[in-house]
């Protein structure tokens, strides 16, 4: 039988090339699908050439389908292939990491620029790396990549707030280190690479270089011998040439079909006008980014690259060097954008801000860096939930305040204590009240162990006088009775800017549960505290805690019954605090 005529090959070929396609864009890669076949079909080896026409024919066939007629194809007769992507499912934590049991300790790593604190933007990578390696119990590295001091130049003050971020988050490295520390080690492989004849210096101008690049030609460095393009690196690091003059290019190939890949720049010179604030003007040469995350990666010996997709084009350039080098590229996974509506400025804009004095620093409750999160009492527990929840998902996830909110609420809860918060004082001023009252209100409404604050009402002949919020006086209708918590049920007798005037109605809950009356919180006269909350747009409430808040201490979280849960900012003679959420 000729393999022309065999109906389950031609099958298992067609199938194994929609799937290669699936991967692939569309276009199935003949290379991959021989071996695969092979694997399966053992017999084969000897007919490699046969087959490979076979092969041949049936990618013309299936290349020639669209992406969406692939995939209906094989959801028609092989839907167990296709991986679903679940949507994350609460409290499940992350699925297992690809080919892990192949390597014998898993390592990630997270690797900022050093040129802004961190912000919410980055909680994904951050969390997800360090997850990985405590699940594999391997080991989770800090890279600060700090090599343009020109456009994205690093600050001094950043690798410490980045530390500092990343110990609050949980997310504490085992290892460190600083690109800028090793020149020497990228300039090894930059000349191992340029005198194997897999880079070179390139001194084109760089619309020349793009011109031919875009026409799929070589530029007229790049086929000459490797001697002259060591003395060009040489001149590189001596000063012959200027910023902008020449530049080290990987080779890759330059038929790719995405420009962007086509002998990507590797090195380049920066003027030592713009000195780096950790080495100075001690090195010309800088490696660009892929050049140096790409060896990094491997001398650290990541085995699990975790990142967002916008990689994805970094991966091919890297993978040419890789090839070069004869490394074996890590495992890479590139999770979709995660957008928290409303929550994202850039990094240049957050440090323009702040510079400017537009934020009153790396933690104005308007920004979503970590410092302002922290102030505000989120908790790096909800941020963690959240971002294990969202998961490494490829398709791309939008969440709200309010998710975050959820997740940081749920651990507020029962652990805050309550205290009560009158924003935009008014008097009340109550009369008729029988006797002495003392009011034991629960610290927290579950836990009656977190104990009680207790306030004395003692009547004068003017009764006893109160302070309630200006929207709950706003809220007052003359003779309508309302509830203070947790006190006496009052009703209303006129109502007035600055006095709302009540007389005593009676004691019990019950007697007003029946009509509804709304229940208000209040401070009794003589027991304010001053307070203010900072909200979210920076702006300020003012208004009076209850005394029990002078003993609060910076970084508790409270709640203030009947309006939000805050963070203790500051208590000293008063108390301000922080808007987390309601
Ligand atoms: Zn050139």
């Avoid at 507020?412 to 008729?432: A, C, G, M, T």
Wanted: proline letters at 6%; hydrophobic letters at 35%; a positive charge.
């Amino acid at each position: 039988m000729t393999l022309e005529n065999d109906k389950d090959l031609r099958e298992l070929i067609r199938k194994t090339a929609l799937l290669n396609a699936l991967q692939h864009g569309g276009k199935a890669q003949a290379g991959a699908l021989i071996g695969r076949i092979i694997s399966e079909r053992q017999e084969l080896k000897t007919k490699a050439k046969d087959l490979s026409g076979l092969i041949g024919k049936v990618i013309n066939e299936i290349n020639s389908l669209s992406s969406e007629e692939q995939k209906r194809i094989v959801e028609e007769n092989w839907p167990e292939t296709l991986k679903k992507e679940k949507p994350a499912e609460e409290g499940k934590g992350l699925p297992p990491l690809p080919n892990a049991s192949k390597y014998q300790h898993i390592v990630t790593r997270f690797s900022p620029n050093p040129d802004c604190v961190l912000h919410l933007g980055s909680a994904r990578a951050i969390i997800l790396s360090h997850e990985y390696a405590r699940m594999y119990k391997g080991k989770f590295i800090l890279r600060f990549e700090d090599t343009d001091s020109k456009v994205k130049r690093p600050v001094l003050e950043f690798y410490d707030r980045i530390r500092d971020d990343l110990a609050w988050l949980g997310c504490k490295a085992d290892e460190e280190y600083i690109q800028s520390d090793r020149l020497q080690i990228y300039y090894e492989y930059a000349e191992r690479l340029l005198r194997e004849g897999n880079a070179y210096v390139c001194t084109c101008a760089p619309d020349q270089f793009r011109e031919k690049s875009l026409a799929k030609k070589p530029c007229n460095c790049r086929d000459l011998p490797p001697a002259e393009h060591l003395e060009r690196w040489r001149r590189m690091l001596d000063g012959g040439y200027g910023e902008g003059e020449a530049v080290v290019r990987v080779k890759t190939d330059m038929e790719h079909p995405n420009p962007a890949v086509r002998d990507w720049p590797a090195l380049r010179i920066i003027d030592p006008k713009y000195p780096h604030p950790r080495v100075g003007s001690k090195y010309r040469v800088w490696p660009l980014y892929n050049f140096s995350t790409g060896l990094d990666d491997h001398l650290m010996d990541i085995t699990h690259i975790i990142r967002g997709k916008e990689h994805l084009t970094n991966k091919v350039r890297q993978e040419y060097m890789y090839k070069h080098l004869g490394w074996k590229y890590p495992e890479a996974i590139h999770y979709g954008r995660l957008k928290i509506t409303g929550a994202f400025l850039s990094k240049s804009k957050i440090v323009q801000g702040v510079r400017e004095g537009l934020y009153t620093g790396w933690d104005d409750p308007r920004l979503a860096t970590f410092a302002a999160l922290r102030r505000r009492g989120i908790t790096p527990g909800a941020i963690g939930k959240m971002i294990i929840d969202v998961g490494s998902k490829t398709a791309d996830v939008t969440l709200s305040w309010e998710n975050l909110y959820a997740y940081n609420r749920k651990i507020l809860d029962p652990i805050s204590d309550r205290y009560f918060f009158v924003s935009e004082p008014v008097e009340l001023n109550v009369r008729h009240i029988p006797k002495v009252f003392k009011a034991k209100l629960p610290l927290h409404p579950e836990k009656p162990e977190r104990g009680f604050r207790e306030y004395t009402v003692t009547p004068t002949i003017d009764g006893a006088v109160f302070w309630i919020a200006k929207k709950d006086a706003d809220a007052a209708e003359v003779g309508k009775v309302i509830r203070l918590m947790e006190l006496f049920n009052v009703k209303i007798e006129s109502v007035n800017a600055d006095l709302v005037k009540a007389s005593f109605a009676s004691e019990a809950y019950e007697d007003v549960r029946k009509a509804k009356a709304r229940l208000i919180h209040w401070i009794p006269k003589g027991e304010e505290y001053p307070c203010s909350v900072v909200m979210p747009d920076n702006s300020k409430v003012e208004g009076v805690a209850e005394s029990a808040c002078k003993k609060l201490k910076p970084d508790a979280v409270i709640q203030f019954e009947r309006f939000v849960f805050v963070r203790v900012d500051k208590n000293d003679a008063k108390l301000t605090a922080y808007y987390a959420h309601k």
